[in-house]
């Protein structure tokens, strides 16, 4: 909320990306409560709205906002045009503050960033963040909700349930309707049964470099529609990649991609495995994606400008991130055991000056909301 309102500038619109059901409609409530002034808020699902927001007329739209002071467009990727729209609003009317919400990337992106270029900012929202959830919750309740976090994940319903056949319930249904709906929408594909098969093809390589041929292999893909429904994946907020990080060294692994989900929960949900920790055989991989996502929230709230990584040679030395921050390394490792290691010799000798950290149960609350 901070973020949005230091963004909330009269001549500038503030762009909200997230998935479905993270909580963009209820932080837009929380602006419209706070705001003061006299808001319009309405959804790019809306016939009526489309209308005007569609309209590409200047009398259309100042009609349309009348001596409203602040302009709320949810679900903003229905509305055909809507950079366009917006930038005709911040020329003719400029003491308006616009906020628009997306739950797709492609589309919203594609509309707005040519005619909004200079007119725009961003921000990104993920799942809840432990950084967020630990201003509401005691230590020992941190402490006692990690299990949970690791195999449910932290969407808002799943963190403000103390059910876990309803977090289950929760889940699942967000695969099944609510996850691949802009893809099945703007993108042409009809059925979602190959885009689960990816995930689940994904769920059981974390931590791991994605070869595309194999997967084009094991789903009767083409390599390029491999990469494509990746893409996609991607600008509906479900996976994440991090590409190779090399230097100097001819041994590093520098053109294969890892991938990582935004949220255990999902994850989990498409593999369908919320059994306990003490009977799974992935507990590594749910606590490296956990970390992942935890530090990448935490990063973009912060506004802290980093770029991330993975590190390997050829001989399988391997860091599982590196983030090159201010024009320094630093590398890190993700051990759910108490075991603590020293950086790999070929790491410390291409990269002298770069730091390096083992993040573990004792310390990943510093790592992850601090």
Known sequence: MANLRRLLVPGKVVVVYGARRVGKTTLVEHLLADCGGDPLSVSGEDIAARGYLESESIAKLKAFVGSHDLLVVDEAQHVKGIGLNLKLLTDHVPDLR???????????????????????????????????ISGVEEPHETAG??????IYGSYPEVVTTDDNEERQRHLRDLVSSYLFKDILEFEG??????????????????????????LGSQLGMSKNTVDRYLDLLEQVFVIYRRPGFSRNLR???????RYY???????????????LLDLRDDVGA????????????????????????????????????????????????????PKTAGPPRAWTEAYPDASFQVVNRDNYLEFVSR
């Open 98 to 132: 616009i906020v628009a919400t997306g739950s797709s990337s492609f589309g919203l992106a594609r509309d707005s960033s040519a005619p909004l270029a200079g007119r725009r900012s961003t921000l990104n929202m993920y799942p809840l963040s432990q950084m967020e």
């Open 145 to 150: 909700n990690l299990e949970m976090r690791l």
């Open 189 to 214: 594909i009809r059925k979602s049964d190959k885009l689960v098969r990816l995930l689940q093809l994904l769920a059981f390589q974390i931590g791991n470099e994605v070869s595309l041929s194999e």
């Open 251 to 257: 041994k590093e692994i520098s053109k294969s991609h």
């Open 261 to 275: 989900f935004f949220d255990n929960g999902i994850r989990n949900a498409v593999i369908n495995n919320f059994n």
């Open 286 to 337: 749910l606590w490296e994606n956990y970390l992942m996502a935890e530090r990448l929230k935490r990063q973009e709230y912060l506004g802290v400008s980093t770029d991330s990584y993975f590190w390997r040679t050829y001989d399988q030395k391997e860091i599982d991130l590196v983030e090159e921050r201010e024009g320094r390394l630093y590398g890190y490792e993700m051990k759910w055991g």
